[in-house]
Structures are given as C-alpha cells and as structure tokens.
C-alpha cells in the first residue's frame, strides 16, 4: 500500500463514519410545556405548505417546525373555530384546511385571511354537493374526492365538475349498499371505498 493511498484513506474514515449516520432519525418532544395546547392529542396533519396540524381537545395548533400557534374558539369572534375539541383535520379544494369540531362539525381554514368559515353548508352547495354527513375529503393530484356516510363518494375533477358514486340497484361496478367508514386514493389516483359492511370497492 503506497503512503498517498494511505493518507487519502485516513482521511475519508472519519468522513464516511459521518456521512454514514445522517440516516438516523432524530425525535423532539413536543408537548404542553413547549406550547402544545394540551398533551391529549386526537389528530395529525401535515398540509401542503409543509406546516404540522395538532388537534387537541383544548385547540387547534400549527407547528412550523420551530413554535406553535394555538386556535381556540372566541364567543366574541365569529371567524374564530367554534370548539376547541379538534376531532380531525383534512386539506380541501383551494388549500384550504377543514377542522372538524365537536359541537360545530367542520369550519373551513383560509390561510389568506386566518380565519374561519363556520358555513360549511354553503361551501359545499356552491361546489354542487350534499351538506349532510360529509366525513372527509381526500386529496388526488389536481382532484379531490368528498366522501359521504349515506350518499357515496363525489369526485370533484380540476374543472370543477362533479362526479357522484352512488349505490345503484343491480349495478354490480356501484358502490356497496352500506354506509361509508372512509376511502383512500391509491398512487395511480383511483380512489378505494370502505363500507361499514367490510366491503373494498374502487369507485
């Protein structure tokens, strides 16, 4: 072995020691202390800007990597989020986060005002859909899909036309006759129904 291939070789070994641990994880604690609006956490989301998502049974929190921000209900502002009990969060059309409350079931969160809009119904009429047991929306690549307890699945398509997927009587391609529980888009952007029943269709 030659005293240059030595050398060169002393000094990558520290170097690929480095370079070989950057794949190890490393974990924060985040709670209460810290500025978590509780430790009793019931939901997680990571939205598009790449901001973390804490619901709470005491507030809503966004995490920016270094410091939160709390979101709790005021009685004196109407675009405040209306109970502090976060059961789930989700993104919508527009980039617009949904918050599903308790008692006041989804406000709809506008990064451009930082506000809330508490009138769901009417969000959901303007866009040609149901305002009744909605219980997610699941976000494709450029589509979205507005999953319902009783009335099936609504595909929303980039130009704004709507889809429904509804059960139908001696259609085997429909949907299950039985409540939804939740539906997932799939890499290739169909999207997987899950009825109560225990059924899988792809809608």
């Known amino acids: 072995m030659s005293y240059k291939f030595l050398v060169i070789l002393l000094c990558w070994w520290p170097f690929s020691r480095q370079y070989g641990q950057s794949g190890e994880y490393v974990f924060s604690h985040l709670d209460f202390a810290g500025g978590l609006a509780n430790n009793h956490v019931t939901s997680i989301y990571k939205d598009g800007r790449g901001f973390m998502w804490y619901g709470t049974v005491a507030g809503l929190n966004r995490y920016d990597g270094y410091q939160f921000r709390t979101y709790r ?20 059309p527009a980039g617009k986060l949904w918050v599903e409350s308790r008692a006041g079931r989804f406000n709809i969160y506008d990064f451009a005002t930082d506000r809330f809009d508490r009138d769901y119904p009417g969000y959901l009429r303007g866009l040609g859909l149901p305002e009744s047991w909605l219980l997610n929306i699941v976000r494709g690549k450029e589509d979205f899909w507005f999953v319902y307890r009783d009335s099936g699945v609504y ?49």
């Open 73 to 92: 209900h005021d009685a004196r502002d109407p675009n405040s989020i209306m109970d502090n009990y976060i059961e789930q969060i989700f993104e919508g």
């Open 155 to 203: 595909h929303l398509l980039p130009d704004g036309r709507v889809i429904p997927f509804k059960y139908r009587a001696n259609d085997n391609p429909s949907i299950s006759y039985s409540p939804v529980c939740s539906a997932k888009v799939d890499g290739d952007g169909n999207c997987w129904v899950i009825h109560r029943n225990g059924s899988l269709k792809q809608a």
